[in-house]
Nanobody
Framework: QVQLVESGGGSVQAGGSLRLSCAAS????????MAWFRQAPGKGREFVAV????????IYADSVEGRFTISRVNAQNIMYLQMNSLEPEDTAVYFC?????????????????????WGQGTQVTVSS
């Protein structure tokens, strides 16, 4: 049974930091690209960051570039999102996702349908 379980969300003041974790089980973690998406109240789910299977290639949404860092440890089946300099606009439910695609184009990594597995999400709230 495939499971993706996010943790590490919470409430923080603007300028603060949080580290999200995504623990994977039930599939071969290193065979999948991994990503973070988020969904703010009243909005659709949006792409945040993606990392390739080996962990050496990453892409970020413009809104988080330079503030967030995605990483993974394949030996532990876990992925992270380090979030620094948080802003109220970062308030959202954050989801991790796994996809088998290996090419990173605008037709692949930002699109929800490219991902096979999803976690339940973790809430991040940033106050001003």
């Amino acid at each position: 049974q495939v499971q993706l379980v996010e943790s590490g969300g919470g409430s923080v003041q603007a300028g603060g930091s949080l580290r999200l974790s995504c623990a994977a089980s039930g599939y071969t973690f290193s065979d999948y690209s991994m990503a973070w998406f988020r969904q703010a109240p009243g909005k659709g789910r949006e792409f945040v960051a993606v990392i390739n299977r080996g962990g050496g290639f990453t892409i970020y949404a413009d809104s988080v570039e330079g503030r967030f860092t995605i990483s993974r440890v394949n030996a532990q089946n876990i992925m992270y999102l380090q979030m620094n300099s948080l802003e109220p606009e970062d308030t959202a439910v954050y989801f991790c996702a796994a996809g088998r695609f290996t090419t990173f184009q605008t037709e692949t990594y930002p699109r929800e349908k490219q991902y096979d597995y999803w976690g339940q999400g973790t809430q991040v709230t940033v106050s001003s």
